[in-house]
Nanobody, 128 residues
């Protein structure tokens, strides 16, 4: 049972990155997925969440319009497309999975996650 993130790297301000989260060992299509991040000295924050079917999404205010969360249930993978990256986006990004019945709303998952599984994290650094 695991989630494995990939795609994090050093990128210049204004650049783009796509993170991937590959899931294995559980039935991916009944789990909501979320991306969270934690910068040094700061608390973990929810970035974006997507429902088990992919039909609903939630974004934090500070990434809405710049980041896009998606998923492909056929290959058990969730994605986070990040554009117009800023230095303040620098953080370790984690993906998480929560059974679709665990949270009443995607906002609840993103703001107070009670995830069943967490990935190990992928470092994103935005710097010139």
């Amino acid at each position: 049972l695991q989630l494995v993130e990939s795609g994090g790297e050093l990128v210049q301000p204004g650049g783009s990155l796509r993170l991937s989260c590959a899931a294995s060992g559980f039935r991916f299509d009944v789990y909501d997925m979320g991306w969270f991040r934690q910068a040094p000295g700061k608390e973990r924050e929810g970035v974006a969440c997507i429902s088990h079917s992919g039909g609903s999404t939630y974004y934090a205010d500070n990434v809405r319009g710049r980041f896009t969360i998606s998923r492909d249930n056929a290959v058990n993978t969730a994605y986070l497309e990040m554009t117009s990256l800023r230095p303040e986006d620098t953080a370790v990004y984690y993906c998480a999975a929560a059974h679709r019945l665990r949270h009443s709303t995607l906002r609840a998952f993103c703001t107070a996650p009670q995830a069943d599984y967490w990935g190990q994290g992928s470092q994103v650094t935005v710097s010139s």
